[in-house]
């Protein structure tokens, strides 16, 4: 148990590592395994498809999402180039805060707290 060593911003980031990394892979995972890429871009794509947002982007923003979730989990959980990743998972939790404000989803308040720590985690990173 080495990391309870570690001064604060490491023990920090060590534990947003594991913690929001392993959230992030179960998160992207359950979207292939118990959805399906089809049943999930059809999903997202039938929601935006009701704003101004056109269809063809609707169906790719469904798979950037499918993508990016386990793709980040796994950057995240690697270690490596931290700061990049954080800034990048910072990026994708922004795309999900608006996409829930064009739905307007009460519920959005939550994804700007996982924006926050994100951006946090990248602030922090070195």
Known sequence: MKCLNYEARRFFL???RFFFGLWLLYVGLTKWIVM??????GFIAS???????????NVLLGW????????????????????LVWSLTTLF????????TILMKPDVIANWQY???TLVCAALSE
């Open 93 to 100: 939790m922004f795309l999900l805060t608006i996409g829930q």
């Open 115 to 117: 924006t926050v720590l």
């Open 47 to 57: 929601q935006f498809d009701k704003t101004w947002s056109p269809h063809a982007l």
């Open 64 to 83: 950037l999402i499918l993508i990016a979730e386990p793709v980040l989990a796994v950057a995240i959980l690697s270690g490596q180039q931290a700061r």
């Open 36 to 41: 399906g890429p089809g049943t999930f871009v």
């Open 14 to 16: 060590f534990g947003m």
